[in-house]
C-alpha cells in the first residue's frame, strides 16, 4: 500500500532563516505531488506541484521554492523566511485512477517567528 | 476561474442524525470533478467522495453522500448516522476544469467545522 510522509512534524523558525521541508511517498511510481498550505482556519493554497523528477510548476509567486530530485521526493525551501510563511504545509500525490483523488501527508506545522 | 464557497458557520449534529454540509461552486466548464474531504485535528487530508460532472446519479460513499444539484451549482456532502469521529473540518474542492489528466489541480473551498454531540 502506499505512503507519504512529511518532516519534520512541526518546526519553529526565526525569520530570515532558511527552510527544507521534504515528503516521500512510498508503495507508488512517477507520482504527481504537490505542496499546499493552510493558514490557520482556513482552506487550501496549492503552492507547487510537480509531474516527474526536475519537473516543478509554480502556482503562487513567493519566497518558496520546490524540488524533486528523485522520482518519490518532494522538498519545499525558502532561502529568508517571511512572518507570513508560518502555516501548515501539507504534501499529496496521486496518480491516473477513476477519481484522481490526491493523497495527503501528515503535514508540517512551520511557525516563523 | 473556479471558485467553490463554503459560508456555514460551525455545524453542530447530534450523535446518530444526519447532517448536510453546503458546498457552492462557480465554473463556466461543463467537465470538472468535485471532492470532499475531512481534516480531523490531526491535521491530515483525509479524502471521502467524488462526483463527477457528467455522473448521473449522487455519489455515495459508506454514510457519506453527495447531493449534487448541477443547475444550481452546489454539491452538498450528508454525513447520515453521525459519529463522534466525525468531528473535523470538512472541506469541498473542485478539480481544474482544464485538468484531464492526473496532474488535476485542486482549488478548495474555506471549510466547515463540524462538532457531534454525544
Known amino acids: 500500500s502506499q505512503t507519504i510522509h512529511q518532516w519534520p512534524a512541526t518546526l519553529v523558525q526565526p525569520v530570515g532563516s532558511p527552510l527544507s521541508l521534504e515528503c516521500t511517498v512510498e508503495g507508488t511510481s512517477n507520482p504527481n505531488l504537490y505542496w499546499y498550505r493552510q493558514a490557520a482556519g482556513r482552506g487550501l493554497q496549492l503552492l507547487f506541484y510537480s509531474v516527474g523528477i526536475g519537473q516543478i510548476s509554480s502556482e503562487v509567486p513567493q519566497n518558496l521554492s520546490a524540488s524533486r530530485p528523485q522520482d518519490r521526493q518532494f522538498i519545499l525551501s525558502s532561502k529568508k523566511l517571511l512572518l507570513s510563511d508560518s502555516g501548515f504545509y501539507l504534501c499529496?500525490?496521486?496518480?491516473?485512477?477513476?477519481?484522481?483523488?490526491?493523497?495527503f501527508g501528515p503535514g508540517t506545522r512551520l511557525t516563523v517567528l | 476561474a473556479q471558485k467553490i464557497t463554503q459560508t456555514q458557520p460551525g455545524m453542530f449534529v447530534q450523535e446518530k442524525e444526519a447532517v448536510t454540509l453546503d458546498c457552492t461552486y462557480d465554473?463556466?466548464?461543463?467537465?470538472?470533478?468535485l471532492f470532499w474531504y475531512k481534516q480531523p485535528s490531526s491535521g491530515e487530508m483525509i479524502f471521502l467522495i467524488y462526483q463527477g460532472s457528467y455522473d448521473e446519479q449522487n455519489a455515495t460513499e459508506g454514510r457519506y453522500s453527495l447531493n449534487f444539484q448541477k443547475a444550481r451549482k452546489s454539491a452538498n456532502l450528508v454525513i447520515s448516522a453521525s459519529q463522534l469521529g466525525d468531528s473535523a473540518m470538512y472541506f469541498c474542492a473542485m478539480r481544474d476544469p482544464l485538468d484531464t489528466g492526473a496532474n488535476s489541480k485542486l482549488t478548495f473551498g474555506k471549510g466547515i467545522t463540524l462538532s457531534v454531540r454525544p
Open positions: 499529496a500525490w496521486n496518480v491516473a485512477g477513476p477519481y484522481n483523488e490526491q493523497f
Open positions: 465554473t463556466s466548464d461543463q467537465s470538472y470533478g
